[in-house]
């Protein structure tokens, strides 16, 4: 099913908890109001997952928060593949190394580690946490577990600005598959500390000289380079004016609502009425049909 502006909705990105072991300063929250204390079952998110299905959805990412602390987490992604969806995961890593093979068994595809830095103090200083040496484990237990392709995502900043250099010599010592650099999102603590924001600028420039374009990503009309070996994509949200352009995506809120878009409070759907609903289950996908079409027919760009 289309939107009102030809964009298809094919990926559902899908926040288990608010709750997390970092304290990142530009955390962009998912959009979401974080106090809430009621998360979805799996059975719930299992449900609009598979009505999801019907408008297209071909693929899920888990997020947070920080996903892993859902001790549920290996039965979400059981029952999400089982509706023969992709399904992977951004996470901070802080578990990766325990959890790695457990997830690959229980049929995750591919994760995203969020490392924000290229050296123990920078991601200290990052996230408030002193656990560098712990994340670069678990990205090796990812890339031994086969959760490929294995992806860094990078947000750069003016506390890690020097470093983004490092980081791609980083990355390919470790052996990953891809980069995302990302600029700050004006959302959440990014609102905040917007101050910190810095371009991609000059990191492309280093890509065109240094590396190859390969592609423009369908999704959010990202470029993509390659560089030694490495997939580098620069993700623009803020400075590039067709990114919603590109945009497939759909939100499930931890708390039980559909929302359109990251930035956007005013394009939201509430479902925790079906989801409680004491109704048969034919019944409640029928009613989750209606509440997706009424978010596909008000989803809009932000950029407009």
């Known amino acids: 099913m289309l939107d009102r502006y030809g964009r298809p909705v094919e990926d559902l990105r899908i926040t288990l908890t608010h709750a997390c072991n970092f304290e990142c300063f530009f955390c962009h929250m998912e959009g979401e109001d974080v106090s809430t204390s009621h998360y979805l079952t799996p059975q719930e998110i299992y449900l609009v997952a598979k009505v999801a299905k019907e408008f297209g959805v071909k693929s899920v990412k888990l997020t947070g928060g920080e996903p892993t602390l859902r001790r549920d987490l290996t039965e979400i992604i059981k029952l999400l593949k089982a509706l023969g969806l992709e399904v992977s995961m951004t996470t901070n890593g802080f578990l990766l190394s325990q959890l790695a093979r457990k997830l690959k068994e229980a049929g995750l595809d591919r994760v995203n580690v969020s490392l924000h830095a290229a050296t123990r103090e920078t991601f200290k200083r990052v996230t408030g946490v002193d656990a560098f040496n712990r994340v670069i484990e678990g990205v090796k237990a990812a890339i031994e577990s086969g959760l490929r392709p294995v992806k860094l995502n990078f947000v750069i900043n003016v506390v890690n600005y020097k470093?983004?250099?490092?980081?791609?010599?980083?990355?390919?010592?470790?052996?990953?598959?891809?980069?995302?650099?990302?600029?700050?999102?004006?959302?959440?603590?990014?609102?905040?500390?917007?101050?910190?924001?810095?371009?991609?600028?000059?990191?492309?420039?280093?890509?065109?000289?240094?590396?190859?374009?390969?592609?423009?990503?369908?999704?959010?009309?990202?470029?993509?380079?390659?560089?030694?070996?490495?997939?580098?994509?620069?993700?623009?949200?803020?400075?590039?004016?067709?990114?919603?352009?590109?945009?497939?995506?759909?939100?499930?809120?931890?708390?039980?609502?559909?929302?359109?878009?990251?930035?956007?409070?005013?394009?939201?759907?509430?479902?925790?009425?079906?989801?409680?609903?004491?109704?048969?289950?034919?019944?409640?996908?029928?009613?989750?049909?209606?509440?997706?079409?009424?978010?596909i027919n008000i989803r809009e760009p932000n950029f407009i």
């Open 163 to 295: 470093e983004w250099k490092d980081f791609l010599d980083l990355a390919e010592g470790l052996g990953v598959d891809w980069i995302n650099f990302i600029e700050l999102h004006p959302v959440g603590r990014g609102a905040t500390n917007f101050s910190l924001h810095v371009g991609l600028n000059e990191v492309e420039d280093f890509l065109k000289r240094n590396g190859r374009l390969i592609t423009i990503s369908k999704k959010h009309n990202r470029p993509v380079y390659e560089y030694k070996g490495l997939k580098v994509a620069l993700i623009k949200p803020y400075s590039n004016p067709i990114f919603c352009a590109g945009c497939n995506r759909i939100r499930l809120t931890a708390d039980g609502k559909l929302k359109s878009c990251l930035y956007r409070n005013d394009r939201v759907v509430d479902i925790t009425g079906i989801l409680s609903y004491d109704v048969p289950l034919e019944e409640k996908a029928e009613l989750l049909r209606r509440a997706l079409r009424i978010l």
